[in-house]
C-alpha cells in the first residue's frame, strides 16, 4: 500500500462489513476512485475458520465478546472484511410502519416512511438473493418453533434469509455459516457487492485499523495502523464511515469530533437477546440441517417490544449460557441433542453509551431499564409457554443476554445538537465526511437492521453521486 | 492427558498451571465427559489468547497466576460467588460477571471446539454432546485438499513444497523468542532421557555400534549439549550494546543475533543421533526452520521427528527428509536454503558447495580428517596408550576426528608399541546390548570395502601389521589393525581411512614432530601428549588444525562451549560453543540515531568552510597527546556542528 500514500483518492471508506461496501460499489461504478480500510482479516471460502473457537476469536473484536460496565450482556462486534454480513445469521427485514413513524418523529426526517423506503429496499434486495427455508428442511427444532406458535394462536413467519444455495438437499448442517459459509451461498458483501465493487476498481485493504481523522480544509487524512502495529496515512476528498456504531463513535471521538458534537456516542442500542432453552426426552438435534427458518410476525408481540426467533448457536456459545459449572454444566450439556432453542429480542428503549478512555478504548455503557427488563420478561414468558405446551423437561434460561444488532452512537438528525449524522448522511457541519451505517440508527427498530442498512446505504450512494 | 510439554506464547507455566486447575474446576468430567485437564484441549489456548485484547490478556495472566496457588476449593467457592453475581451490589456484581465470563470463556472455548492433545485417546467433547452437523462441500465450496508432501526419497515437486512448509513456519519460530524456544528445548531433554533405551536400541539397530559408544557420544553428548544451551542461549543471542565512538556523540549501537530463515543440515552416518539433534538444535534456538537430511544409511527412520514432536515442535519447524544423497541432494540444495551446512566426505563436501555456489547459498563444511597424535617422551606410557586405543578405534575407528596417525618419540617407541599391542587385544567386538562390549562392527558395507583396499595396497607396499593381519578382507567385524612401517606411498599415509587403522610412527625431535603432524591436506583434530605442558602448548600452536587437546584425545568435543571446525580440506567455519551460534544467524548491524532536526557533518552541502573544520577535527581526534587532543575535539566538533546549524538553516551562502 505504500505506493497509495501520495495518491489522493476520491473516498476514503472506513471499514468493510456491510454498508462500506454498498456505498462503494455504486461509488465505483460511478468511476470514483475508492479506497476501503478495515481492521479485520480477509478470508474468503476456502480460508474461513471451521471451528468455534477459532471463529469467535478470528473475527470478533477483542477476541470475542467484549462486555459492558455492568457486564450484564455481551456484545459481539465483528472485525473481519465483510463485517457482519460473514457471521450473522443473514435475516433480512423491512421496517415496518411502527419503526419508521418513530424515527421520523425522533429524527425530524419526512423521508421515513414506507414509500420512500421502498424504493430502496427494493433496491438493495436487487443486489442479493433472498431465500425461504423450504418446509421440507425445516429441523425439529423449527418444528417446535412453529407447533408452540400455534398451540398458543400467535402468528409466525418463514425467515427470509439472504442467501442463494445452501444446498440443504445434499445434507448440509448450516450450522457452521456463524463462522462465514463455506458454500458461498451466504449474501455477504465479500459474495456480493464487495466483489463487484473490487471489479469496478475499489482497493481494499485489510488489517488495517483506522485510528484518527485530520479534516481540514476540504481535504481528508487518515491515519491508521497496519497489521505489523506500524503507522500508515492516507488522503482522500471524502470520507465514508462504515465501522459500525461502536467503530464510528470511537473513531470520531479519538479524532476529537465530540467537542462540536456532543451527541457522539449517545444513543446506543443492542437489541438485547436472551436464548432459552427448552429440554426434551427426545432427541432435538437443533444443529441439523437447517438451523432457523422462523420468526415472530405477532402484532401483540410487537407492541410489547419484543419478537422471538427460531434460532441456534454453536457448543461454545450455549455452554457459556447454561447454568452453574463442575458436574451440573456436564450434565446439562451432555443433554445438548435434546435442547430446542428460541430467542427473544427485545426492542430496548433505554440508551446506552459509548465513550472513550484515554489508550482510545471504547467503554461501553448501556443499560436495561424497567421497560426493557419488562419486555425480556414478557418474550421469555411466552418462550416458556412455548416450551411447556410442546412437552419441554425442562426450561433453562441464558445466563446472560447477548449484543448483536449493535446501533446509534452517530444518530440521523435534522438537529445537530441532538444528532450526529445530516438527512444527507453528512456528518453535521463537514460536507465530506459521510455516514449510512448502523451507527445512524436514531433508536432500536426492533427489527433485523441489516437490509435497512443496505437500503440507507443504496440512498446514500444515490445522493453522493447527484452531489458530484 | 494433557500434554506436560506445553508451551504458550501468551502464559507462562505457573499461569498454565492455574488455567488448568480452573478448568477442571469448571470442567471436572464424568463418566462419558472427559476433564478440561485429560483433553489436552489447553494445548490449544494461544488460539484465543493471540486475538484477546491486551487488557483481557493482562487481566487472565494475573487470574491464573493467581489462582494457581489457590487450592480447588477457593476456585469452587470463586465460581459460586460468581453464579450469583446477580445478588452482589452491581460494582461487585459486574466483577464478578467479569471474571465468570473470562474464566468460562477460556476454558470452554477450547473445550467445546473439540480440540485435544495430540494422541488423546479418550471420549471427545463433539461425541459427548452429540455435536455432528454434516457439511457436504464440492469442489467449488471446498478447501483446497492439502495433498501430504512425501519426505521420503521427496521429487523436486516435493522438496518445492518442502522448503514452502519451511518458509511458512520461519516467523512463527523466530515470533516464540529465545527464552521459550529454549522451552521446546528443555523438553527435548526430558524427552530424550524419558526414551533412553528405546533411542540406543534404534541407534545400534542402524549403527551396529557397540552401546557403551552409543550412550556416552550420543545419549550423554546430546543431552550435554543441550544443557549447554540451556545455560547459554539466551545470553549469547541476547541483543549486544556495542560502543559508539565519538563522532557519533548522541547515537547507539546495537547488535541483534536474528535467524536466517531455512537452514538445510546434511550428517553423515557414523552419529546419526547426536549429528541430528545438534545441529538441528543448534539452527532452531537462533529461529531458523530445519530441513534436515540424515545419511540414508543411518536414517534413525522417524525418530527424531518423535522425539521433537512429542517435545512439542510443530512438524513444519523441523522436516526430516530421507533419501540417497546422490538423487536428492541437488534438489534440496535447488530449494534454496537460507543456509547450508554439512558434516560429511570431501566429496560431497565439494559437490553441495559447487551447487549452493550457483545460488551464492552459505555453506558450513565439516568434513574429514587424518588427525595426528603426537606423544612425547616424559608421558605416562599406560594413559597414553589408552587413549591412543580409545582415540583411534572408539566407534570402530568411524569418526571424523579419530586418530589416524600415531607419532611416538622414538625413545619410548618399542615400550609404547608393546603396550598398545597388548591392550588392543583385549579389545571385545560386538553389538552387545548390555554395554559390555567395546566396539562394533563396521556400520556400512561400502567402509568395509574401503578399509579392504586400504590394507591391501599396505600389505602390497611392504607395511607390518601388527594386529588385526589375518582380516579377511570382507568381515565388517573389521578388527583393530596397528601398522608399522608405513611409507608415504600408501594410502593409508594419506588418505582417511574412517576405520580401525592405525599407523604407527616414530619421531626424534619437537621440530620433526610438528613437521610429520602438519598434513598437508587436513586439519581437523590433533593431539598432544607430554608432561611438559610449555612444550605441549607450542606444539598445539604449530600443528595448522582446527581442534587440539593437551595430554588427552578427542576432547575438545566433550566441552560443548567450544567451537568445533577444521581447516584446509576439512572444512570450514565453526558450530558448536557461542560461535556455533554465529553459523545460524544473521549479526544485524544497527544504529540509532533520533528522529530530530539536526543535521549530520558529513551529509550535502560540502564547503571549503566545513571541510576546514572537519580536517581539523580529524587532526585532534587521532593524533596522540590524549588531553590537548580532546580539548582540541571538542572544540572543532563544537565549531562544526555551529556550522553545520547555520548552514542547515541559511544554505550555502
Ligand atoms: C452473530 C450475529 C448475528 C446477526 N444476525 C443478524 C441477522 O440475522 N439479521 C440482521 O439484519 N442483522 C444481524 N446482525 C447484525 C448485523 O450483522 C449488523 O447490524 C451489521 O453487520 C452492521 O453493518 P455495518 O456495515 O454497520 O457494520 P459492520 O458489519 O459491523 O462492519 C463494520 C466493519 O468496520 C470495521 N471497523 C470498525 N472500526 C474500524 C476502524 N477504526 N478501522 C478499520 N475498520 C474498522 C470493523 O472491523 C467491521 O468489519 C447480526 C450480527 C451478529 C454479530
Redesign the interface.
Known amino acids: 500500500m505504500a505506493k497509495d500514500y501520495f495518491k489522493v483518492f476520491d473516498f476514503i471508506f472506513v471499514g468493510a462489513g456491510i454498508s462500506g461496501p454498498f456505498i462503494a460499489n455504486d461509488l465505483c461504478k460511478g468511476g470514483a476512485n475508492c479506497l476501503m480500510l478495515e481492521a479485520g482479516n480477509h478470508y474468503t471460502r476456502r480460508t474461513y475458520p471451521t471451528n468455534g473457537l477459532d471463529g469467535t476469536s478470528q473475527m470478533y473484536w477483542a477476541g470475542g465478546l467484549e462486555l459492558g460496565h455492568d457486564a450484564k450482556i455481551a456484545f459481539l462486534r465483528p472485525k473481519v472484511v465483510g463485517g457482519g454480513s460473514i457471521m450473522n445469521q443473514a435475516l433480512v427485514d423491512r421496517f415496518d410502519d411502527v419503526a419508521l413513524d418513530d424515527w421520523k418523529s425522533v429524527s425530524g426526517i419526512k423521508d421515513f416512511s414506507m414509500a420512500d423506503m421502498a424504493t430502496w429496499y427494493d433496491k438493495a434486495e436487487s443486489e442479493i438473493e433472498i431465500q425461504e427455508i423450504p418446509a421440507k428442511f425445516r429441523n425439529k427444532n423449527a418444528e417446535i418453533f412453529d407447533q408452540g406458535f400455534k398451540n398458543l394462536n400467535f402468528d409466525n413467519a418463514p425467515l427470509r434469509r439472504a442467501q442463494n444455495d445452501c444446498r440443504l438437499e445434499e445434507g448440509n448442517c448450516c450450522i457452521e455459516c456463524l463462522n462465514g459459509c463455506r458454500l458461498g451461498s451466504k449474501q455477504s458483501t465479500p459474495e456480493t457487492v464487495l466483489k463487484t465493487a473490487l471489479e469496478n476498481g475499489l482497493t481494499l485493504a485489510s488489517q488495517v485499523e483506522v485510528t484518527q481523522i485530520i479534516a481540514k480544509n476540504g481535504d481528508i487524512r487518515v491515519i491508521g495502523r497496519d497489521a505489523m502495529g506500524g503507522q500508515v496515512s492516507y488522503r482522500a476528498h471524502n470520507l465514508v464511515l462504515g465501522g459500525g456504531a461502536i467503530g464510528n463513535a470511537r473513531l470520531l471521538l479519538n479524532s476529537g469530533f465530540g467537542k462540536k458534537l456532543p451527541h457522539i456516542g449517545q444513543g446506543f442500542f443492542c437489541h438485547p437477546q436472551f436464548m432459552s432453552f427448552g429440554i426434551y426426552d427426545e432427541k432435538i438435534n437443533s444443529h441439523l440441517g437447517a438451523f432457523q427458518a422462523f420468526k415472530s410476525d405477532d402484532k401483540g408481540f410487537r407492541q410489547e417490544g419484543f419478537k422471538l426467533e427460531n434460532v441456534y448457536a454453536g457448543p461454545e456459545g450455549i455452554a457459556l449460557l447454561v447454568p452453574d459449572f463442575g458436574r451440573i454444566h456436564h450434565e446439562y450439556m451432555e443433554k445438548l441433542s435434546h435442547f430446542a432453542c428460541i430467542e427473544v429480542c427485545t426492542r430496548d428503549t433505554n440508551p446506552g453509551q459509548i465513550k472513550v478512555n484515554r489508550k482510545g478504548k471504547a467503554l461501553i455503557r448501556k443499560e436495561q431499564n424497567k421497560e426493557d427488563i419488562n419486555r425480556y420478561e414478557k418474550g421469555a414468558k411466552v418462550i416458556d409457554d412455548i416450551f411447556k405446551s410442546t412437552g419441554a423437561k425442562e426450561i433453562v434460561h441464558g445466563r446472560f443476554g447477548i449484543g448483536l444488532h449493535l446501533m446509534g452512537c452517530c444518530a440521523i438528525g435534522t438537529d445537530p445538537a441532538t444528532s450526529v449524522i445530516d438527512p444527507e448522511f453528512r456528518l453535521h457541519g463537514h460536507g465530506n465526511i459521510f455516514a449510512a451505517d448502523s451507527s445512524i440508527f436514531p433508536n432500536a427498530p426492533g427489527i433485523n437492521p441489516s437490509l435497512t442498512i443496505m437500503a440507507l446505504s443504496k440512498k446514500a450512494a444515490a445522493g453522493i453521486l447527484r452531489s458530484r | 492427558m494433557i500434554d506436560k510439554m506445553m508451551i504458550s506464547k501468551y502464559f507462562s507455566k505457573s499461569q498454565l498451571k492455574g488455567l488448568l486447575k480452573t478448568g477442571d474446576?469448571?470442567?471436572?468430567?464424568?463418566n462419558?465427559?472427559p476433564s478440561f485437564s485429560s483433553t489436552g484441549c489447553i494445548n490449544?489456548i494461544d488460539?484465543?489468547?493471540?486475538?484477546?485484547?491486551p487488557?483481557?490478556l493482562n487481566g487472565l495472566q494475573m487470574v491464573f497466576f493467581v489462582l494457581r496457588w489457590m487450592p480447588k476449593w477457593v476456585i469452587?467457592l470463586l465460581?459460586k460467588l460468581c453464579?450469583h453475581s446477580n445478588s452482589f451490589p452491581?460494582f461487585i456484581?459486574?466483577?464478578l460477571?467479569?471474571l465468570e465470563?473470562g474464566l468460562?470463556?477460556a476454558t470452554?472455548?477450547?473445550?467445546?471446539?473439540?480440540?485435544t492433545a495430540s494422541g488423546y485417546e479418550g471420549n471427545k467433547?463433539?461425541d459427548?454432546?452429540?455435536?455432528h452437523?454434516?457439511?457436504?462441500?464440492n469442489e467449488?465450496?471446498?478447501?483446497?485438499k492439502q495433498t501430504p508432501v512425501n519426505l521420503d526419497s521427496p521429487t523436486s515437486e516435493d522438496v518445492e513444497k518442502i522448503y514452502k512448509v519451511a518458509r511458512e513456519s520461519g516467523p512463527e519460530i523466530r515470533d516464540w523468542g529465545v527464552k521459550k524456544r529454549l522451552q521446546f528445548i528443555s523438553n527435548l531433554k526430558a524427552v530424550i532421557l524419558k526414551n533412553q533405551e528405546y533411542i540406543l536400541d534404534r541407534l545400534q539397530a542402524d549403527t551396529k555400534k557397540s552401546r557403551f559408544d552409543a550412550i556416552t557420544a550420543e545419549i550423554f553428548g546430546v543431552l550435554d549439549f543441550l544443557d549447554y544451551l540451556e545455560k547459554n542461549a539466551v545470553k549469547i543471542l541476547s541483543d549486544r550494546k556495542v560502543p559508539t565512538p565519538f563522532a557519533l556523540m548522541g547515537k547507539k549501537s546495537k547488535v541483534y543475533f536474528e535467524p536466517l530463515g531455512t537452514a538445510l543440515l546434511i550428517s553423515p552416518w557414523n552419529y546419526p543421533f547426536y549429528q541430528a539433534i545438534v545441529p538441528i538444535c543448534q539452527a532452531f534456538i537462533v529461529g531458523n526452520a530445519v530441513v534436515f537430511k540424515p545419511s540414508s544409511d543411518t536414517p534413525l527412520k522417524g525418530l527424531v521427528e518423535d522425539m521433537l514432536s512429542q517435545a512439542g515442535f510443530l512438524p513444519g519447524w523441523v522436516q526430516v527428509v530421507y533419501g540417497k544423497g546422490g538423487k536428492i541432494g541437488n534438489a534440496l540444495v535447488d530449494g534454496k536454503p537460507d543456509k547450508i551446512f554439512l558434516i560429511g566426505s570431501q566429496t560431497v563436501g565439494k559437490l553441495i558447495m559447487e551447487r549452493a555456489a550457483k545460488y551464492l547459498i552459505p555453506v558450513e563444511l565439516e568434513l574429514g580428517g587424518k588427525d595426528p597424535m603426537v606423544v612425547f617422551e616424559d608421558v605416562n606410557i599406560d594413559r597414553a596408550v589408552a587413549g591412543a586405543i580409545w582415540g583411534a578405534f572408539t566407534t570402530t575407528g568411524q569418526s571424523c576426528t579419530s586418530v589416524e596417525r600415531l607419532f611416538v618419540q622414538d625413545s619410548i617407541y618399542e615400550q609404547f608399541k608393546q603396550n598398545l599391542i597388548k591392550e588392543t587385544l583385549k579389545l571385545v567386538q560386538a553389538t552387545d546390548d548390555d554395554g559390555n562390549a567395546d566396539i562394533g562392527p563396521m556400520t556400512t558395507r561400502g567402509q568395509v570395502e574401503a578399509i579392504a583396499a586400504q590394507v591391501a595396497d599396505a600389505k602390497e607396499k611392504g607395511a607390518v601389521f601388527l594386529t588385526g593381519g589375518d582380516w579377511d578382507g570382507r568381515s565388517e567385524f573389521v578388527p583393530p589393525m596397528i601398522v608399522e612401517g608405513v611409507t608415504s606411498e600408501m594410502l593409508i599415509d594419506r588418505e582417511e581411512n574412517f576405520g580401525p587403522l592405525l599407523p604407527i610412527y616414530t619421531f626424534s625431535s619437537e621440530a620433526e614432530a610438528i613437521d610429520l603432524a602438519n598434513d598437508p591436506e587436513y586439519g581437523l583434530s590433533a593431539s598432544v601428549w607430554s608432561q611438559d605442558l610449555k612444550r605441549a602448548d607450542r606444539v598445539a600452536r604449530r600443528i595448522y588444525t582446527g581442534n587440539v587437546s593437551i595430554n588427552n584425545v578427542m576432547l575438545t568435543e566433550g566441552n560443548h562451549a567450544l567451537p568445533f571446525g577444521g581447516v584446509q580440506k576439512s572444512g570450514f567455519g565453526r558450530y558448536k560453543g557461542e560461535f556455533g551460534f554465529y553459523a545460524f544467524a544473521n549479526i544485524k548491524a544497527v544504529l540509532i540515531d533520533q528522529n530530530s532536526a539536526k543535521m549530520e557533518a558529513n551529509w550535502f552541502p560540502y564547503t571549503a568552510k566545513k571541510y576546514r573544520i572537519f580536517s581539523d577535527l580529524t587532526r585532534a581526534l587521532y593524533s596522540p597527546g590524549r588531553i590537548s587532543g580532546l580539548i582540541k575535539s571538542a572544540f572543532y566538533g563544537l565549531k562544526l556542528e555551529t556550522y553545520v546549524k547555520k548552514l542547515a538553516k541559511k544554505g550555502r551562502k
Open positions: 474446576v469448571i470442567l471436572p468430567g464424568t462419558v465427559s490449544h488460539r484465543m489468547a493471540k486475538y484477546l485484547s487488557d483481557d469452587t465460581l453464579s452491581s456484581g459486574a466483577g460477571r467479569m465470563i468460562k470463556g470452554l472455548s477450547p473445550y467445546y471446539a473439540n480440540l467433547v463433539y459427548v454432546i452429540g455435536w452437523p454434516k457439511f457436504f462441500v467449488d465450496g471446498m478447501p483446497v
